[in-house]
């Protein structure tokens, strides 16, 4: 069976300043999916970022990019420029891939990220 | 990214009634997936609803708990049966992406007393 960790609960960084959430995960698969979600005080998740494991090139949105290290089953998230409204719970998520289809996602425990003005 | 709806955005029940939840997508999706995330707590999956077949559930959800519709590709229900203050939760659809990424409703709050 997959699993995923955050080993970090809570996260405090300054406005501007850069942070990286941890996440890490365990799996027999070779080919898979990773997620960042996010999700504001609204509720509302959103998708930071994903990355195929059959990808080297780190993935990369904006001020979001991950550094994804297979062989360590480790996915880490690194905000730059961080913004208030980045303050959230950033979910780490992982999906097996199964002939293409989508799978089930199995999330880590949430990173309460605050950003201080 | 599709646009997701759910209904109600919150309740309040009374234990041992039961109550559904609508979710309807604003393009059609093959898939569609129901969450439960209890307070404080991450998202565990409940069951997998695909159109015109039954709901695949996880393990320790039930049919008899939660009954699932598809009755086509934009919209599924999830019933909460029998409830007690343990299903207090944030339930949650989401449908799948053209890359397999999954796109979440707002979720329902649901209040057991």
């Known amino acids: 069976a997959q699993t995923v960790t955050q080993s970090q609960p809570e996260m405090s960084v300054q406005e501007a300043e850069t942070v990286t959430l941890s996440c890490t995960y365990d799996t027999s698969e070779n080919n898979y999916y990773l997620f960042w979600y996010k999700q504001p005080p609204s509720r509302q998740m959103i998708l930071v970022i994903r990355q195929e494991a059959y990808k080297q090139q780190n993935a990369t949105e904006n001020r979001f990019s991950v550094n994804f290290q297979k062989a360590a089953k480790s996915f880490s998230l690194k905000i730059s420029d961080s913004q208030l409204g980045d303050t959230a719970m950033y979910f780490c998520?992982?999906?097996?891939?199964?002939?293409?289809?989508?799978?089930?996602?199995?999330f880590g425990t949430g990173t309460l990220l605050a950003v201080q003005p | 990214s599709a646009v997701i709806s759910q209904k109600p955005s919150r309740d309040i029940c009374q234990r041992g009634t039961s109550l559904t939840i609508q979710c309807q997508v604003d393009s059609q999706v093959t898939m569609m997936f129901w969450y439960r995330q209890q307070p404080g707590q991450s998202l565990t999956l409940i069951a997998t609803a695909n159109q015109g077949s039954e709901a695949t559930y996880e393990s320790g959800f039930v049919i008899d708990k939660f009954p699932i519709s598809r009755p086509n590709l934009t919209f599924s229900t999830l019933t909460v049966s029998n409830m007690s203050p343990e299903d207090s939760s944030i339930y949650l659809c989401?449908?799948?992406?053209?890359?397999?990424?999954?796109?979440f409703g707002p979720g329902t709050r649901l209040t057991v007393l």
């Open positions: 998520a992982f999906m097996k891939h199964v002939g293409g289809a989508t799978n089930k996602l199995i």
């Open positions: 989401s449908v799948d992406g053209f890359t397999n990424e999954q796109f």
